[in-house]
């Protein structure tokens, strides 16, 4: 995968990501979710800029609030992706923006309308 996802590109559906959890819905993208919210960043940590979860497909969140870096433990809000604890504190993932349409997932480059 190049550097972004084309605008509509279906992604997942919100099924598919576990509720307070994440889901590795394509090649780098890591989807969040919490209810009927989602997030979704490109799946590198800006530690060291390799993806967040070890296991594939598996990702460490809690509360469904905090998703944490498999390799260091940083620790990201679901929300807006910054880190607020552990070695890359202040720095954030790079967001992916979406759209959800019904319950599918896709990517928003246009941004809201
Ligand atoms: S690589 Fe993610 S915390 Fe170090």
Redesign the pocket.
Known sequence: MGDRVSDGAYLCTLDDVPDGGGFEARAEVLVLRRGDSAWAYRNV??????P?NYEPNTFCAYGGELLM??????MFRFEDGV?VD???LGASLTPVPIRIEGRKIRVDEQGPR
């Open positions: 940590c800006p530690h060291f800029s390799i967040l870096c498999a390799h260091h433990s940083a880190c552990g070695p890359c």
